[in-house]
């Protein structure tokens, strides 16, 4: 009932319909037709949802985190709900990367979309040893460095709450691979600037944020925490606030493009997130909930692009042409308040 | 019945709610009307249900399927109100939209040969026994065989499932833990006195079994000392339900972690660690 | 609907009707009567709600920060609602201390409730004053010093930010005051342990937690920020579990009773702050929804300690007294943790 | 109708809902039992409504009081639904329970001496001077001096309170923004024709408004013009309501922030910085 002003008739609207509207985006050298991604843990590795809707209309796909090993995970219970969130503890459970490359990627790279593979390490030469493996395959888009899994006993998060380990860990991982290097950032850090500009001048051709906040949940029945590793990892609408915060913080501080995620669960959030500096975004525990909710962003973009009062703006930056480019808004809402009268 | 998204789904459904009525303590008999799910369900296999448009509750809450009738379409569910998700779903009124995905999960195996079937079922875990009933009736009946339904409630109040069970072709022991109906005590206990031989001496061919952990933990025990194969249904947390989260995991009987959602909901015995 | 346990049946509630219940804490030398405060300003200076409800049943008052010199605050907008969460942009908005003292302290003083006064300040030097200034009150309860007022330009969270800064302001009013010193902490730190420690080596008698998560919301019709500062304080029930871990790890890291606050609506949540460690707890945001949630609150957390499974653990700890006392669960997830087998 | 709370209360109650109907595109209108505010309120004053027992969403929301009965102690409201919290309003059913705060804010002066009143409203914002005009109705036929009302609204499906306005004594002019009703145009330029005498001249000596900002900017400049004191109901997003949060500011004509919670919604022109 929330009134849709995409439904309301709109006078510019006939010149608009002869628009082309361009979703396109091209992060870390990845072109995707859309910026709509799904989110590392929350897809498995496609099969599942492929079950589901047609997953070649994303923009890209990434996969659960993978381990140099085999991992077991957490015992359960791994899941806690907490007011429009959700905690997790899942803890980084995956075949290992010789597994993933036997059983998962041979499925995967016959994707007609992107496919990123999210990693993470105990170490440094794990990431290392593992980004050098993945960059042997051909076809793989790009990789995902986890530096921010609250959910582990060793590096996970540690790495990603100092700026010196960050660089370290960006910094092997690009020199061992191939390919186009994202860096995945923890927002449980003092200054999440300090980090991403780590990460990029440690070469990363992207950074993605946010990672799971750290929170936990205590049973008052009986009388301890939920998780065996009595921390989790937050998520869902909850942290959308936070994470879009962290979002427009880190698109001032780099120069590399920046993923936003973080409770991304309608178009209008996506839109919320571009606005404040990020060329593409992420879709994770919405999709629990919402299968389809990526390919609704997806739909509800275009149509915002395509809203009047967004034309005029576009269509000012992007001078005679009568395509309206997602890529145009990308941070518009910094230079709007810079310029802006804000009263 | 609309169906939702493209057409490689088929797991997205956007039904009609026929009736959701009360029909034992906080315990909800509901029907929907879904042709796509009453076609392809088994026993034993649940939906995943939408409880809000908005993002409290925020997951779906998974629900066995209770019964599913391909003819009129309609699939049926028993549930009962245990917290907020549960508490909105109760709330859907006949002719309401409810969202499910579904089926999904791996449910019971309907024997193909003639067995003596047990089902063995505590509280809200006798929903998907009830389903399993339905399926199983026809071949028992034919094959001349006899199935038995040992099932618990904490009292009275809350019992249900009983004449349809009989319907079925079982023979129902029920119990109640304060003794307000069938005998006192607990399911487990009178199957384990049954296989015994303690009061009606019986011997089955398959276990089929749903209920808290503890519970199922004491079914798994009983069916090993009698050695019969038992399949035991299993509730953990969810978020995804369809393996992609690896959020809701049990032990396995090997290395590291079953997922209930996908390798699940119903387990081999020998497949997990209660 | 969500089956109240305590309204059950239960064999031992007998014997335990006969127990008292003893909700009283003390926390840096106040006694509480019992440990349900409210958060600063959610409760402006007590004068809104009283007319609402009888606030002489809250443990303690805290008052709305107050500064040196008189300060507007923010322009509007200054709150945005967001999923389970509110953000604000208040930005200090105060009378200034003298003012207070004149016009709020004779009415608050003579309250039969512990009133604790929230101080802020630009510099090390005007905490000082303020605190020097407040000292000479007679009958207030103590200063809780606010390192952590995410909408100010200067001063506030980046005093909360660094252990180096906080010890200096904390150091700076313990030495300025005669008042028992509560240090207020921010939770957008990537350690609140070492952030702990520092005012507790400062002589913090006490530390409270959280104060608002850093948020941002984009406004997608102006297509820029919805506040002017850009960004605001998260609180409220979404940042719970965030708030919850920072209780259990400040717990951790100091001696000194911790006064857990951020998204407590019930008597529930209340309970697990308590269980993860918190001696008194704060309500804000829940009280503009339900004014009388703290007392709600304080009547669900005497009947919690009634509650079966409790009073075994209680009594446990009380030894032969048939008084249950609330100050024997502080904590109690913790040991529980510890000596329990978490399977 | 229940109290809620302790004997200081008088602010906190669970009403029940007598009628919540639609009468006009996406507006109802509410009435509620609650002898209390029924007696205390003064038009211009608002209700903080609980729209949901969960944390979505979190907040109450602001709704005028656009009438009052101190006989049967019933309270009405006319709201539009804009989003999710006014959606959930909407949807409370007859013998429902709503909580609500209230009386909340500073209201209207109803005029004490005979005077020509004039109302202006922009939408919803004609809702409580529904209720201004009930209470004025009385004093301007016993003096026999005339109110006018200056309405405006989109398009005429959002008509609302012509009839009741007139039967309050007042001359209605109707204006929508596509002339579907009424005059094509906005009340603040027939307002302002009509005190500069273009069309009816008429002198009034009270204006009250209440509209979105930009047109009770409008107002308070022709009102200044036209030197009449003119009252204006603001709207802010709200948290607290009662003057605790500080989170409702509105410029003030002199240094600072006013709270439209506790100085206003209604607010002397000269107060406020529009
Ligand atoms: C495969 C499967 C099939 C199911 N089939 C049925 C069915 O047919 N009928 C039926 O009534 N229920 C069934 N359940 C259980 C049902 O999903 C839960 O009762 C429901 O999700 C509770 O949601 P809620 O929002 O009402 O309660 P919540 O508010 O989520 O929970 C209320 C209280 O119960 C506790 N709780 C709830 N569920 C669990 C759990 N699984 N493990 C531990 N604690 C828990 C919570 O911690 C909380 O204290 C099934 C569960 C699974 C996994
Ligand atoms: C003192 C007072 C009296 C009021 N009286 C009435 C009345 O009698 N009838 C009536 O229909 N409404 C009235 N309102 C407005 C009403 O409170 C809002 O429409 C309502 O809170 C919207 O809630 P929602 O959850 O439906 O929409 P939301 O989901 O909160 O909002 C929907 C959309 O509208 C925008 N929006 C809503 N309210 C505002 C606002 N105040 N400022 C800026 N943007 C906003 C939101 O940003 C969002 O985009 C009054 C407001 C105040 C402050
Ligand atoms: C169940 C679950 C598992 C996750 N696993 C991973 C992971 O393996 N690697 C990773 O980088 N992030 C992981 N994440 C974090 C998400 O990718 C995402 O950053 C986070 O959930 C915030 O987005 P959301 O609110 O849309 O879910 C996981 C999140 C969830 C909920
Ligand atoms: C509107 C508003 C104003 C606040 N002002 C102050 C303040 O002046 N000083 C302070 O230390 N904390 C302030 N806080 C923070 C609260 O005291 C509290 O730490 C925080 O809101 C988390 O608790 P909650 O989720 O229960 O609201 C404010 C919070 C809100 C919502
Ligand atoms: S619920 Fe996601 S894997 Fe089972
Ligand atoms: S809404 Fe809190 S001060 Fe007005």
Redesign the pocket.
């Known amino acids: 009932m929330n009134r849709d002003k995409l439904s309301e008739p709109c006078p510019k609207m006939e010149y608009i319909r002869n628009c082309a509207v361009d979703l396109c985006v091209e992060i870390a050298g990845i072109s995707m037709k859309n910026p709509v991604m799904v989110a590392s843990g929350t897809f498995g590795f496609g099969e599942e949802y492929a079950k589901i809707y047609d997953i070649n209309r994303l923009g890209a796909v990434v996969t659960k985190g993978i381990t140099l090993l085999p991992r077991h995970g957490n015992p359960p ?1 791994r899941l ?2 907490t007011p429009a969130g959700l905690l997790n503890s899942v803890g980084l459970e995956n075949p290992g990367v010789e597994r993933f490359i036997r059983e998962e990627w041979p499925r995967l790279k016959k994707l007609p979309v992107p496919v990123i593979v999210n990693i993470d390490g105990d170490t440094v030469e794990e990431y290392r040893e593992i980004a050098k493996r993945l960059s042997e395959l051909n076809g793989l888009a790009a990789l995902e460095v986890n530096i921010s899994c609250p959910n582990v006993e060793k590096g996970g998060i540690a790495f990603g709450q100092d700026p010196g380990s960050a660089y370290e860990v960006v910094r092997a991982v690009k020199e061992a691979a191939t390919l186009p290097v994202i860096a995945k950032l923890s927002p449980n850090v003092t200054s999440i600037q300090k980090i991403a500009a780590a990460v990029e001048s440690a070469g990363a051709d992207a950074v993605s944020l946010i990672n799971t906040v750290l929170g936990m949940a205590v ?1 008052i ?1 009986r009388q301890r925490p939920v998780f065996k590793r009595i921390f989790a990892g937050l998520s869902g609408p909850a942290v959308k606030p936070i994470a879009l915060r962290m979002v427009w913080e880190a698109y001032e501080a780099v120069k590399i493009p920046v993923i936003g995620m973080g409770g991304i669960s309608t178009w209008r959030d996506a839109v919320e997130f571009i606005l404040a500096g990020a060329s593409a975004v992420a879709v994770g525990t919405a999709g629990f909930i919402d299968p389809e909710a990526p390919l609704k962003i997806i739909d509800g973009l275009e149509k915002y692009l395509v809203e009047c009062s967004i034309c005029e703006s576009a269509l000012k930056t992007s001078g005679e042409d009568k395509t309206i480019k997602l890529r145009d808004i990308v941070g518009l809402a910094h230079k709007n308040f810079t310029e802006g009268d804000f009263s | 019945m609309e169906r939702k998204g493209d057409i490689l789904a088929g797991l997205l459904f956007s039904t009609k709610v026929i009736q959701n009525v009360l029909i034992a303590y906080d ?1 909800y008999h509901m029907k929907i009307c879904c042709p796509e799910v009453a076609e392809k369900a088994a026993p034993g296999q ?1 939906l995943h249900i939408r ?1 809000s448009d908005g993002p409290t ?1 925020l997951l779906r ?6 019964g599913a009738n391909e003819k009129d379409g309609t699939v049926e ?13 109760s709330q859907k009124k006949a002719g309401e939209i409810l969202d499910v995905m579904g089926p ?2 791996r449910g019971f195996p309907v024997p193909l040969d003639a067995v003596d079937p047990v089902l063995i079922g505590g ?3 006798v ?2 026994l009830l389903y399993l009933a339905q399926k199983i009736a026809g071949p028992l009946s034919r094959s001349g065989r006899s199935g038995a339904a040992f099932i618990g409630f904490s009292t009275a109040g809350e019992v249900f499932g009983v004449d349809f069970l009989k319907s079925c072709g079982f023979t129902v022991f029920l119990t109640t833990d304060d003794g307000t109906a069938g005998q006192k005590g607990v399911p487990t206990e009178a199957f384990e006195n049954c296989i015994k031989g303690h009061e009606v001496q019986k011997q089955f061919d398959i276990v089929y079994a ?1 209920g808290p952990k503890p519970f199922l933990a004491k079914v798994k025990d009983a069916a090993v000392r009698g050695k019969i194969p038992a399949y035991l ?6 978020a995804c339900g369809v393996g992609a989260c690896l959020g ?1 995991a049990v032990k396995s009987a090997g290395e590291g972690y079953k997922k ?2 996908r390798d ?2 119903v387990f081999e015995a020998g497949e997990i660690q209660l």
């Open positions: 219970p806690c709900e049973d029945d | 315990i649940f409880c509750p809450r998974p629900i066995s399927i209770a569910m028993v549930y009962r109100v245990l917290g907020e998700g549960t508490r909105l779903i999904l999960g509280g809200v875990g929903a998907p749903c249904s299993l509730e953990e947390r969810m809701c209930v959602c699940g909901p």
